[in-house]
Every structure is written in C-alpha cells, then in structure tokens.
Nanobody
Framework: QVQLVESGGGLVQAGGSLRLSCAAS????????MGWFRQAPGKEREFVAR???????TYAGSVKGRFSLSRDNAKNTVYLQMDSLKPEDTAVYYC?????????????????WGQGTQVTVSS
C-alpha cells in the first residue's frame, strides 16, 4: 500500500521560512518523480514544484527563487524548503508521486497523493 505523508506545515509570518517533508512508503521511491501542489480556499489545486528521479527540479513561476526542492532516496523523502513566504502562499500543500516525466504540472499525471499539510502565512 502506497502512502505519502506530508509534515512541516504551520503558521509563519510573512518573510519567514518553513520546510515541508513528504515521506513515501510502499513504492520504489527512486523510480518516481515527486511533485508538490497547493490549494488555497476557493481555488483550484496548482503546481508548485517537482523533482525527477535524477534530481532535476522545476518550479512554478510564483515560487521560483524562494522555494527549493530536494530528495533523499535513502530516506524515501522529499523536502520543500520555502523561504521568503508571502500571505499568498497560504494553502494546503500536497505531495504526489508519478512514474512519468511528462506533464509534470498536471494533476492527472500523478499516481499517488498525500493528505496535505496546511501552511498559513500571516501578514
């Protein structure tokens, strides 16, 4: 049974930092690209970042230069370092896993999803 478990969310002031983790189990982690998405109240879920099995990263324009994604295959975990947080970053953040390198910004490309972790940035 595949499980993705996010952690590290919380409340932070604007300009602050948080590091989210996503621990995976039940899959061959090194064979999966991992993505992060977020969903703010009343909005659609949107792509944030992804990291391929080789470590190649891609970021949404809204977070580029502020967020950094890494993975530790020995721990089956990906990390999303979020710096210079803004109130508009407030959302539930989800990690997801996919075996494809195509359409990585599309929700439909992902096979497995976590339950999400809340990030709230106060102004």
């Amino acid at each position: 049974q595949v499980q993705l478990v996010e952690s590290g969310g919380g409340l932070v002031q604007a300009g602050g930092s948080l590091r989210l983790s996503c621990a995976a189990s039940g899959l061959s982690f090194e064979s999966y690209a991992m993505g992060w998405f977020r969903q703010a109240p009343g909005k659609e879920r949107e792509f944030v970042a992804r990291i391929g099995w080789s470590g190649t990263t891609t970021y949404a324009g809204s977070v580029k230069g502020r967020f950094s994604l890494s993975r530790d295959n020995a721990k089956n975990t990906v990390y999303l370092q979020m710096d210079s947080l803004k109130p508009e970053d407030t959302a539930v953040y989800y990690c997801a896993a996919t075996t494809t390198n195509q359409r990585f910004a599309s929700l439909g490309a992902y096979d497995y999803w976590g339950q999400g972790t809340q990030v709230t940035v106060s102004s």
